[in-house]
Structures are given as structure tokens and as C-alpha cells.
């Protein structure tokens, strides 16, 4: 093929030497990746304690915590709360889930954190009126608080029990990481002790 009477491949040839060496053909270092906050590379936020563990213990509880989280940390727990009304529903009952009191005495039993709010009324406690645990009113709380919006509302028995595993609830990131501390790191954690 020939252009303007020259061969087509001497154009393309003398027109990619003028680029390479005008640098116009420099290759630039990639940009380094943004510095991803906690929430965003799913991890616990420094400096950040769940579960109201004693500080001798708090290095040992987080590093077993995070060996067995099942998914983003931040959604097993209070710290990646960034609500702050959530933030602090979710302190108080993470507090009495670990303190318990009666009818029950402790109320995380091998992570299980339902007699803290049914007491001793297990079967038919998302009726009303029936749960007597000890933390009624903190769980009651914390239920209410929908961290994704910002909005509170005032659960039945009904919606609290079923808010226990939902994490865009106060409640649900507390008990998600009681559940794991009861579970795999009672003692690490201190957990009924």
C-alpha cells in the first residue's frame, strides 16, 4: 500500500519513533490504591474493643474475634457502627449481654444471648408482656435503632426476637458478636467468667 506515493509502513515507522522519543509514549507508574478505611476492607477499626471485654484481656478477645468472623467484621459487632446513637444502643446491650442478672445470671450461654431478653420464658417470649430477661429494655433499644437509616421505632416482642440477626439493627451487631464471643472465644473474651 502506498500513501502520497511512500510506502504506507515507513509513514507508521518514522511516526512511532517521533512518539517514542518525544515521550509521548512514557509509561506512568499506576497511582497508588486510596488508603481503604476499616468498614471498607471489612476489618474492626483500630483501637476499637467489642463485647466490653476487661482491657487485660481485650488484645487476645479482638484476635480471636477476628479469626472467627464469618464475614466483614464491622458487621459482627458495635465497633463499625458509625451511627452514633446506634453506636451507643449497641454498647449498652453488648454491656448486658456480658453482665446478665436476674431471673437468668448470665445470659450468654455459649453465644446464645436470647434468655437476656426472654429470661425465663424461652417458648412464647416474642408475645408481649411475656419476656422477664435483663435486658429488656437495653435489647428493647437497640431494636429499635435501624443504623442504616438513622431511624428508631418501637419494635414488638416480635420484631426484637426476629432483629436479633438482622445487622442494620443495634441489636443485631451486638448479638452477632456475642454470638461469636459465647460460641468460640468464652475465654479469651471472659465470657461467664
Known amino acids: 500500500m ?3 506515493g511512500r510506502p504506507f509502513v515507513v509513514i507508521v515507522t518514522i511516526a512511532a519513533a517521533t512518539l517514542l522519543f518525544s515521550g509521548a509514549c512514557t509509561r506512568r507508574a499506576a497511582a497508588p ?8 476492607a471489612g476489618d474492626f477499626p483500630p483501637g476499637c474493643v467489642e ?3 476487661r482491657p487485660a484481656i481485650a488484645a487476645a478477645c479482638m484476635a480471636c474475634l ?3 468472623t464469618t464475614s ?5 459487632g458495635c465497633c463499625g457502627v458509625t451511627d452514633p446513637v446506634g453506636r451507643q444502643l449497641c454498647d449498652d446491650v453488648a454491656k448486658c449481654f456480658r453482665a446478665g442478672g436476674p431471673p437468668v445470671g448470665v445470659c450468654n450461654v455459649d453465644g446464645d444471648t ?5 429470661g425465663k420464658h424461652a417458648a412464647g417470649c416474642d408475645d408481649p408482656g411475656v419476656a422477664n430477661g435483663p435486658c429488656i429494655s437495653q435489647i428493647t433499644a437497640a431494636a429499635g435503632r435501624n443504623i442504616e437509616t438513622k431511624a428508631t421505632d418501637k419494635p414488638t416482642a416480635t420484631q426484637i426476637v426476629d432483629r436479633y440477626g438482622q445487622v442494620q439493627y443495634a441489636l443485631g451487631r451486638a448479638a452477632n458478636i456475642a454470638a461469636l ?5 468464652k475465654a479469651e473474651c471472659g ?3
Open 51 to 53: 463485647t466490653d471485654v
Open 2 to 4: 502506498r500513501i502520497a
Open 191 to 193: 465470657i461467664g467468667m
Open 72 to 76: 466483614k467484621p464491622v458487621n459482627d
Open 33 to 40: 490504591a486510596p488508603a481503604q478505611t476499616a468498614e471498607q
Open 114 to 118: 436470647t434468655t437476656c431478653f426472654c
Open 66 to 68: 477476628k479469626t472467627h
Open 181 to 185: 464471643a459465647g460460641a468460640f472465644c
